[in-house]
């Protein structure tokens, strides 16, 4: 049996929204029946092995793919970009499909979860682009009605509605409704030239036939035109270029992205769930933390009633305290962010990883053009030394000051050389100062690209599945980073780019330098005066206040992640809601010692040495999961705020027998050396 599609004509959308306080636009909403046969909620019929499976799946016709299609291949990337997908690392054991606590139905395939999928846009005020917000709201077969639950499943980094389905599992597992809203980043792409955008499903037409029904499109403009016609093939991407600043929004977009899934479940059963009868847990990885977070935050109403959140980006206020590992120097977070964090590292990262320590690490290896960029610095006086072993140190003083720690230092290679920092700085820069894409902020914008790195129209078959395969920020789905004004520019920005400045491929040194300034505020003329007081506005409106109004919550963060680092975010953030909230607090902070950022990439990019180095944090959310679901319902205990100190596998691969061993469970009683604490304003973490 085929799913089965139902369109609602406008006209009854805006009816059934007016009657039941749907937050969705009218004539957006789609509801689709999967029978857990040929297709299902959580894995679109892969099942364990096509999520495990190396390629991703493809499309009859490679350059119109149905909507089913481009649901499958968004499905299977999303799902790989939060869980190690290998057998050996847990896959099929400790998480996926056919894993132990999967369901099972009568009449469909094992591993595969039957129900319905209600999928709309939400309603976007606060742009003056086409700006719809993609949501989705999964009803399992099992739902029970008579115990009715709700997962909000944030979409982590800038992903789309389906960005938060590995975190989705545990409630279709549970038999609890799972929302999927989008944050305002999504994979709305926009291609200039030609005039393409993508629609709901993620299927690409002119923007103009479009119209509003577009997930992202820039208004047409006179600057708009100019800047297209001297700049071709260029791209603006939502999160970029939407002039909302949307993570300052996130937490009222999971808000209704609730509220979407309260009315999906009325519609479904013919029954009211509201607050009251429904137990709703924020749930989230990454910037997906971060969104259910601020969404409990802002919760005024009491729709949530619980958070379980791994590695939150999440900005908060300075507070009165500091914070101290072991018997480490105490340190104090205020007045940095994520953002502090992407400019920092991008200047000073590629010289960095050249410091004692990092011979060895992953992704490690000569990199001339990160022995230029301490050169370029050097001769810029932003580092010491008149060696490079000096230079590399200078550098990577500069992270240590701003609370970057000795156990991040594996990942100064590996995330420079992925590009990590180059790219979101691009993004984030925009977004917090509401540039428009003409605007060119730092000579830096967004294309395809030809073989020898200049700009290009992007292909039609990597156009048609760009929704599918794009995580939010370039370099993503054929879609780049350019250097507008590199001496040999406009030009793919990397290895290959020379800086004007410098006349040398020191990873465009000006660029960093550029973006960088809009932090510090240094070496600033008029308009980058106002360029800095755009970014700095957007830097603020996105601190979060800790205040989680005294309801239970879970964060878990991995010491080594060398994204975003727990000093700034978790670790102070626990302390700022400690401080703010005091013997009202209900928040539990586990730190994982052996955890970082990236559990996808665990048994892959990451592999050391040695085999495998880090534990996955996906494991903990699940106990965790269990664990405040446990809490709400029955009354047990919380996790108790603590460190855990797993032991990576190396070359073994998890057993039933060592996950035990390997993987030792957070408690609610842990031994007296694992206990965090907050004591007279400072927070003591144990080494």
């Not at 009449?107 to 999928?117: D, K, M, Q, R, S």
């Not at 830096?444 to 020898?452: N, Q």
């Not at 993503?476 to 250097?483: H, L």
């Not at 700034?568 to 400690?578: E, I, P, W």
Request: aromatic letters at 8%; a neutral charge; charged letters at 15%.
């Amino acid at each position: 049996m085929q799913p089965r599609l139902l369109v609602l004509a406008g006209l009854l959308v805006a009816c059934n929204a007016a009657a039941g306080g749907s937050p969705i636009v009218p004539g957006s909403l789609k509801v689709e029946t999967y029978d857990g046969v040929t297709d299902d909620l959580l894995s679109a019929g892969l099942n364990l092995e096509g999520l495990q499976a190396a390629a991703a799946p493809g499309f009859a016709d490679r350059l119109n793919p149905t909507p089913a299609e481009l649901r499958r291949r968004a499905i299977y990337n999303n799902y790989r970009g939060i869980v190690d997908p290998v057998s050996a690392g847990g896959m099929g054991l400790l998480w996926g499909p056919k894993s132990p606590g999967t369901p099972s139905f009568e009449g469909a395939t094992f591993g595969l979860i039957p129900g319905v999928e209600y999928k709309a846009y939400l309603r976007e005020r606060h742009g003056r682009h086409v700006g719809n917000i993609p949501a989705a709201v999964q009803i399992p077969r099992h739902f029970n009605p008579n115990k009715p639950c709700i997962v909000l499943a944030s979409p982590s980094g800038s992903r789309s509605l389906y960005g938060g389905i590995g975190i989705a599992e545990w409630a279709l597992f549970k038999g609890c409704a799972v929302a999927l809203p989008g944050k305002g980043t999504d994979t709305g792409f926009h291609l200039l030239t030609p005039d393409m955008a993508n629609d709901l499903d993620g299927v690409y037409a002119p923007a103009e036939a479009l119209g509003d029904d577009a997930q992202f499109a820039v208004r047409r403009s006179p600057g708009l035109e100019a800047y297209a016609a001297a700049n071709p093939h260029r791209v603006a991407t939502k999160h970029a270029h939407s002039q909302i600043n949307p993570e300052r929004l996130w937490g009222d977009y999971a808000l209704q992205g609730i509220e979407f899934a309260f009315w999906a479940l009325q519609d479904h059963f013919n029954r009211r769930f509201d607050k009251k009868n429904t137990l709703v847990i924020a749930a989230g990885a990454s910037n997906g933390g971060g969104m259910s977070l601020r969404a409990l935050e802002a919760d005024g109403s009491g729709l949530i009633d619980g958070v379980v959140v791994t590695e939150p980006n999440i900005q908060p206020q300075g507070g009165r305290f500091t914070i101290r590992v072991g018997n480490g120097a105490a340190f104090d977070p205020r007045g940095r962010s994520l953002y502090d964090s992407i400019t920092l590292m991008s200047v000073f990262a590629a010289c960095a990883a050249h410091a004692p320590g990092a011979a060895g690490t992953v992704l490690f290896g000569p990199q001339p053009a990160g022995v230029n960029r301490c050169i370029s610095l050097r001769e810029k006086g932003l580092i010491s030394g008149d060696t490079l072993l000096d230079q590399a140190n200078a550098a990577r003083e500069k992270l240590r000051e701003h609370g970057y720690d000795a156990p991040q230092d594996w990942g100064i290679a590996s995330h420079d050389t992925l590009g990590l920092w180059r790219s979101l700085q691009v993004t984030y820069a925009n977004a917090h100062g509401r540039f428009a894409v003409q605007d060119n902020l730092c000579g830096m914008s967004l294309a395809a690209t030809d073989a020898l790195g200049r700009p290009a129209p992007l292909a039609a078959e990597p156009a048609a599945r760009l929704f599918a395969d794009s995580s939010g920020v370039p370099p993503t789905g054929s879609i780049n980073v350019i250097a507008d004004t590199a001496a040999n520019g406009p030009i793919i920005e990397g290895v290959a780019t020379v800086s004007s400045s410098t006349g040398r491929a020191d990873l465009n040194i000006d660029g960093a330098l550029c973006f960088r300034a809009l932090e510090t505020g240094e070496g600033l003329d008029g308009r980058g005066w106002a360029n800095f007081a755009r970014v700095q506005h957007g830097t603020r409106e996105i601190e979060t206040t800790g205040r989680l109004h005294g309801r239970p919550a879970i964060i878990i963060h991995g010491r080594q992640d060398a994204l975003v680092f727990p000093n700034l975010h978790s670790r102070a953030y626990y302390a700022l809601n400690q401080e703010q909230e005091r013997g009202k607090s209900n928040l539990s902070y586990i730190e994982v010692t052996t955890g970082q950022h990236f559990d996808a990439f665990v048994s892959s990019l990451f592999f050391g040495p040695t085999g495998v180095q880090f534990a996955p944090l996906h494991y903990y959310f699940v106990q965790a999961m269990d664990n405040m679901y446990a809490h709400l319902t029955a009354g047990a205990p919380l996790l108790a705020s603590q460190v855990v100190r797993p032991t990576p596998r190396g070359l073994q691969p998890y057993t039933a027998e060592n996950v035990p061993t390997l993987l030792p469970p957070a408690k609610v009683v842990p031994a007296a050396g694992d206990r965090i604490r907050f004591d007279h304003q400072q927070l003591l973490i144990p080494e």
